[in-house]
């Protein structure tokens, strides 16, 4: 799914705010075929026609969250990237029941577009057990998201990438200065722009979203910093676990990181905060950078 595009001469205003990305994501049932059930969602049109990762990962984390009971919670998400697809028709995603067991239940998701499949993965649910210990790394010093400045996400700036990537509008952004932190580390409040509701399974399809678009700053930064060119990009993969409910009434802190590129890939991981400090979500990505061929004299 390519993110950041080069050399369009398409410049029209792509749009989506929050309500709009709520719709798409209450996506359409439809009929059981030959063992999966199926479901349409609709895209937001974008450069190039090219369907936005981050759009249909959370989609398609919909669509399984739909074949399991409301006492099980999304645990997790593993999804390719295969195909750009056209952000102008919808996109069909079959959901196959691959595990249901005592806790967890398992579903492969397959995101189609007339017959040609765009993503591919699999989404797992869990029963919480209630007791247990807890750990994970702490985030210290970081100013309060009110002591920030809102900034757009580069994405959406006139021009970046030579298209304008404004459907990344449904959320409000407030990025932590880096620094002495290396260029690829990156801190950033985050929330919806509006009331998101209290469904468990819209918020963790949010916080893909969210981390499947922004997963990719931390890449460019860390590629500019050893004087990389970033003209294209594309998402080849996603994985999101997911350790405790999203409060989206609030901010959530992304602390992200790209620590290591070999050839035209580039990783990313994130850790998702609450205000309290508390790790709510750990993504991953892998981004591919295709070479920049060589300018004409």
């Known amino acids: 799914m390519t993110e950041h595009a080069a050399g369009t001469d398409d410049a029209a205003p792509y749009k989506s705010s929050l309500p709009q990305v709520l719709d798409a994501l209450n996506l359409s049932p439809g009929a059981v075929i030959e063992g999966a059930t199926v479901f349409t969602g609709a895209q937001f049109d974008a450069p190039f026609h090219h369907i936005l990762g981050g759009h249909i990962a959370a989609q398609a984390l919909v669509a399984a969250g739909r074949t399991v009971g409301p006492e099980r919670t999304p645990h997790s998400l593993h999804g390719y990237f295969l195909r750009a697809g056209d952000a102008r028709y919808p996109v069909e995603f079959e959901v196959v029941d ?3 067991g005592r806790n967890f239940s398992a579903r492969q998701v397959t995101a189609r577009q007339s017959g040609a499949v765009l993503m591919a993965g699999v ?8 007791d247990g210990p807890e750990y994970h790394p702490e985030v210290l010093g970081i100013p309060d998201p009110e002591k920030l400045s809102s900034q757009p996400h580069p994405a959406q700036l006139a021009g970046a990438g030579g298209g304008s990537w404004t459907s990344l509008q449904w959320f409000q952004r407030r990025p932590v200065e880096a620094g002495a932190r290396d260029p690829g580390h990156l801190l950033t409040w985050w929330r919806p722009d509006g009331p998101a509701g209290d469904d468990s399974l819209t918020a963790a399809a949010l916080v ?9 700053e931390s890449a460019v930064a860390a590629r500019a910093a050893h004087r990389s060119r970033a003209d294209n990009t594309a998402q080849r993969d996603i994985a999101v676990w997911f350790h405790r409910p999203a409060r989206l009434a609030d901010w959530l802190l992304l602390d992200q990181r790209s620590d290591s590129a070999v050839g035209a890939r580039a990783l990313a991981l994130g850790r998702v905060y609450n205000r309290d400090g508390e790790l709510v979500a750990t993504a991953g990505q892998e981004q591919y950078f295709p070479p920049v061929p060589p300018r004409r004299v």
Do not use: G, T
């Not at 989404?123 to 209630?130: D, H, K, L, R, T």
């Open 208 to 216: 893909v979203y969210l981390s499947a678009a922004s997963l990719v």
């Open 123 to 130: 989404a797992s649910f869990c029963i919480e057990a209630a």
């Open 98 to 100: 691959l595990q249901q």
